[in-house]
Structure formats: C-alpha cells, structure tokens
C-alpha cells in the first residue's frame, strides 16, 4: 500500500483525529470512508449511471441487514431467556455471519466481535451500547467499502 500525503485544514484535521481514536482506526481509513461517501453522491447523485452498480449495493445491503439481525437475535437470547445454550447458539451463529462478511466482502469486524465478547461477560447498558455503536459502524463500512 502506498500513500501520498494530503493536507487539511486544522479543524478537519481534529475531526479526523477524534474520528480514528473513537473508533479505533487508522487515520487514512477515516479519510477514504469519508472519500468514498463522497464521490458515491456525486456519482450516483446524477442520471447518468455508466455501469449497473445493483448488484454490489444489493449485496452489501443484504450483509448489512443479516448482520444486524443476527446481533439484535443475540441481544434477545441474552435479554429474554437468559439460557446459556441458547445464548451460545445465536453466539455462534452471529459469529458465522460476521466470518462470513469478514471472507466474502473483506470487511473487518474484529471491533464488533470484542463488543459482541464484552457484552456477553457483562450484558448491562453500557455494553449494549457499545455492541450497537459498532454494529452502527460495521454496516457503514459493510455499505460503503
């Protein structure tokens, strides 16, 4: 991977820096999320569509809802029956939809498997919480790669 270097003006670059620390990423990821968005708009905002993009929002759209699904299943195994072989079960089964985005779409999710993880050991608001802000982060970055 090579990298050029671009410069930003002070006040974006502290929304970039509070971006990364927040979430845990690398600078430049912050930066070509925000890129991407941007020219998916200015592309697609417009008539004129070159190629059939369907296909691949479709795609990423149907990941994005099964990974929420799966981890709004887990949240209500643990919520609601409080059984550790169903918990286990729907455990499993989230995991196998995050690998399966993890190998299909080469979308890391390791920050939704350790909130996953945590919630699990200790299933109190705060930990909700953060399952669902990661959850949050891991559609943008299921649907706009």
Do not use: C
């Amino acid at each position: 991977m090579v990298f050029k270097t671009v410069g930003v003006k002070e006040d974006v670059k502290e929304i970039i820096d509070e971006i990364a620390r927040r979430r845990g990423w690398k600078k430049y990821k912050v930066v070509e999320l925000a890129i991407r968005q941007f020219a998916k708009e200015q592309k697609y905002g417009k008539k004129e569509k070159k190629y059939h993009w369907g296909y691949d929002i479709d795609r990423n759209i149907w990941y994005a809802f099964k990974l929420v699904n799966s981890v709004a299943q887990l949240k209500f195994a643990v919520e609601e029956f409080n059984d550790e072989s169903r918990i286990n079960l729907y455990k499993n089964l989230t995991m196998q939809t995050i690998n399966q985005i993890e190998e299909r779409l080469g979308v890391d999710l390791d920050n939704v498997k350790k909130a996953i993880d945590k919630f699990l050991e200790n299933p109190n608001g705060r930990t909700k919480a953060n399952l669902n802000d990661e959850t949050k982060f891991a559609m943008v970055k299921i649907l706009f790669p």
